[in-house]
């Protein structure tokens, strides 16, 4: 099932032309957390490494992996290198109708993960796999672990961890408490769409961004714009392509306001909490004895890279140097790592090179 809004971005899609994917058309695989959320998982079988399950950032979906405007997507690599390759929705995808409810960080690193996870195990027929996860499904993720989430054999977190230093941007957001200020306002989601005939109210929104601080990434375009305000600096425009940079929107969407008054309180305590603040998510540091190695953008400005160093350093502390490792890529922000024009030469081979490591 497909909301209205996510039906609108696959028609979007559909309505351009699309090369053919080289990893083919995937096996969809629907399932149900414990809370009865409906999520899903696609499927692109190139071999019997792995499998690996690849995770997306918060409000974007597996289209930000699968999107066709570059020469090799991440999946479509992955494929050609022997690898059982899963794409996970989690209840923030804008492809499902979740995306558009209040959740929190910790459904997705408590429900989400375990239920992926155990749908992968059971219908390939493993007892382990590999997660590669980014941004905010990279946190997730790690909170997940932090948990005791099992029958994950190793994992590549991409850019946000436990230890979250933000940028600027993202700094001031926090200082100010920009999500909370929405949230007693009434604002229970935002959105990077687009209507075909926009409100007088989304006509000011996007009037209003014009003067919006664009940081170092100024761009008139109004998705852009919209990125930037609720997010912050996803990417570097000189890393994308044409193609992608006029159809990146495809794979963002609605985001909700829990989601992103938990980031608040994680960027104001300095790492992972709850989001009530009653659980520390470094307690659980114990059961995160499994081979993880941190990607980080050397020119990130949403989450920088001091964020990771803190993490790497603080599990070598806890569970010894051996399972964890660390790579700075240079020239690189957040999310261009993943739809980055020359990300196949520059950024894959560096991740399949640490999945290949638990093969």
């Known amino acids: 099932m497909i909301d209205d809004d996510a039906a609108r971005t696959t028609r979007d899609a559909a309505d351009r032309p699309r090369r053919p ?18 999520l899903q998982l696609s499927r692109f079988q190139g071999g019997t490494k792995g499998p690996v399950i690849l995770s997306p950032g918060f409000g974007t979906s597996s289209i930000a992996y699968t999107l066709d405007t570059t020469d090799t997507n991440f999946p479509e690599y992955l494929f050609e290198h022997g690898y059982d390759v899963w794409v996970l929705d989690y209840r923030a995808s804008p492809l499902l109708p979740s995306a558009g409810t209040q959740f929190t960080l910790d459904d997705i690193a408590t429900r989400d993960y375990p239920a992926a996870v155990d749908t992968v195990r059971a219908e390939a027929g493993v007892d382990d796999v590999q997660i590669m996860a980014h941004c905010v499904g990279s946190l997730t993720f790690l909170m997940s672990l932090s948990e005791g989430l099992q029958g994950v054999r190793s994992g590549v977190a991409s850019q946000l961890t436990l230890h979250p230093r933000a940028g600027a941007l993202n700094e001031l957001r926090a200082g100010i408490y920009a999500a909370n200020v929405m949230d007693a306002l009434g604002i229970d989601t935002l959105t990077t769409e687009f209507d075909d005939d926009p409100s007088w109210l989304e006509r000011l929104y ?6 919006y601080p664009a940081g170092d990434e100024p761009c008139d375009r109004p998705f852009c714009r919209r990125v930037m305000f609720m997010y912050g600096e996803v990417y570097d425009h000189d890393r994308l392509n044409d193609a992608t940079h006029d159809h990146l929107e495809e794979a963002f969407g609605v985001a909700n306001i829990r989601t992103l008054t938990q980031i608040t309180r994680i960027l104001r305590e300095d790492h992972a909490v709850s989001y ?3 659980h520390d998510y470094l307690d659980g540091a114990a059961n995160m004895k499994v081979p993880i190695a941190f990607l980080h953008g050397e020119h990130n400005r949403l989450f920088l890279p001091e964020g990771s160093r803190l993490t ?23 999310m261009d790592c993943f739809v980055g024009k020359d990300a196949a030469r520059d950024v894959y081979p560096v991740v399949t090179a640490q999945l290949d490591l638990h093969n």
């Open 312 to 334: 790497y350093e603080w599990l070598r502390e806890q569970n010894g140097p051996d399972l964890y490792s660390r790579h700075v890529i240079p020239g690189y922000s957040h």
């Open 276 to 278: 009530d603040g009653d």
């Open 206 to 211: 996007d009037r209003a961004l014009t003067i």
């Open 21 to 38: 994917l080289r990893c083919g058309e995937p096996a969809v695989h629907r399932f149900s957390t414990d809370d009865g959320v409906e």
